[in-house]
Each structure stands twice: as structure tokens, then as C-alpha cells.
């Protein structure tokens, strides 16, 4: 008698969908999309029952199987984008100012971090904020390239992405918040106004820091 084989099975969101994938541990795995978080569940089940092949199967739901699944799936289609010189196989960047956050071992400096363009059409550009998320953003195109720079009409001040620039931008050279900002946002930190802890010490630290 053969032990139950392990299936594992998980879904995610993928822009505006949902991706789905499933996986006999020892063997076959299935993947997919759907269009809505229901359809997603349905079809890995589906599979689920296909790679279980009418046998009894020990089933696990593990969500980061799909996460991973759809890293590995975008990973291969970069890959096998055609390296014939064409503009679609030059990757771009659009680059943002992540504010200094944490305090003791775990402060992180100010420092640039880089977010890579996915489409351009005539009056937007799209960029990935976070590559492991699949996590898309739109910046104006024409404010872009007319300035330099453009900075998204809703976002929170600590976003890396609240101004996104065309080019890396100098830290010494950028635009340092007043005192008069950097209290404000002290004091939107805080969790009276729907903040939180973490986030109001780390603004009090650079208000302070900013007063000497």
C-alpha cells in the first residue's frame, strides 16, 4: 500500500486578478488565473482532485506556494523575452527617496531605491513598487518628463514613491523638508490621528535630528 501522496495548494493576487497553483509534493504541479478570488479557489481545487488522480491525498492550503509559483512564472517570461536588441528587451527604472525608518540596530538611513517600469502608454507610466508583490503604480507621464519628476496626487509622506523621479536622485542634493513639514507629519504620525507608535517615534527622531 503506497502512503497518500501531499498536495499543496494556494492562491494570490496578480494586479487585478488572482493566481492560483497547486503541487503534488513529490511530483506534478499546476498554475493559473482567474478573475476573481472564488474562480481562483475553484480551479485549484480542480487541479487539486487532477494530480490527487482518484486516489486518497493528504491536502494542504499553503498561499505562499502561489506566491512563489507566480515569481518563478514572471521570472520566466523575462527570460524568454527575445534578445534582439528591440526597446521592449531594455529595462527602465523610475527611482524614489525612501525615507531613514526604524531606530537602534535597526535604523535604515535615507537612502534611493529604484522601481522598474512595466508599460508606458501616451499619458501614463506604470511601475512595479514592490517586484515580489507584482504590486503595479502609475505615475503622470507628461509631469515626468516635462520636470524630471512627479509626485502621485494621493500617497502618505513616508511613501518611497510619493515622488518618483526619472533619474537617481542626489541625497544631498534634494529637497530636505522643513521643520514646519516635518512636524506636521509628527504629528499625523501619531496614534491619535491613526498613526502608530513606530511611525510617530521615527518622525519625532527626524524632527529632532532636523533641530539641530
Not at 492562491?11 to 482567474?34: I, L, Q
Not at 529595462?91 to 531613514?100: N, Q, S, T
Amino acid at each position: 500500500m503506497t502512503d497518500a501522496p501531499l498536495i499543496l495548494w494556494g492562491r494570490c493576487r496578480s494586479g487585478r486578478r488572482w493566481f492560483w497553483a497547486a503541487r503534488n509534493f513529490d511530483g506534478p504541479r499546476e498554475h493559473g488565473w482567474a478573475d476573481s478570488e472564488e474562480l481562483a479557489v475553484n480551479a485549484a481545487e480542480a487541479a487539486v482532485e487532477r494530480l490527487a488522480g482518484g486516489r486518497a491525498a493528504t491536502v494542504r492550503v499553503l498561499h505562499g506556494i502561489a506566491s512563489a509559483a507566480l515569481r518563478d512564472v514572471n521570472a520566466e517570461k523575462r527570460k524568454a523575452r527575445p534578445a534582439d536588441g528591440t526597446a521592449t528587451d531594455v529595462v527602465e527604472y523610475l527611482y524614489g527617496i525612501e525615507a531613514e525608518h526604524g531606530s537602534g540596530p535597526g535604523w535604515t538611513p535615507t537612502r534611493v531605491v529604484k522601481f522598474r517600469i512595466t508599460k508606458k502608454t501616451p499619458r501614463r507610466i506604470y511601475y512595479l513598487l514592490r517586484e515580489w508583490r507584482d504590486e503595479q503604480r502609475f505615475v503622470d507621464r507628461v509631469a515626468l518628463e516635462r520636470d524630471g519628476q512627479a509626485t502621485r496626487k494621493s500617497g502618505g509622506w513616508w511613501e518611497a514613491d510619493l515622488t518618483v523621479y526619472l533619474s537617481p536622485p542626489v541625497l544631498a542634493e534634494a529637497q530636505q523638508p522643513s521643520l514646519a513639514e516635518l512636524k506636521a507629519a509628527m504629528a499625523a504620525a501619531h496614534p491619535d490621528r491613526g498613526g502608530t507608535d513606530e511611525a510617530f517615534v521615527a518622525a519625532r527622531a527626524r524632527y529632532e535630528r532636523a533641530r539641530i
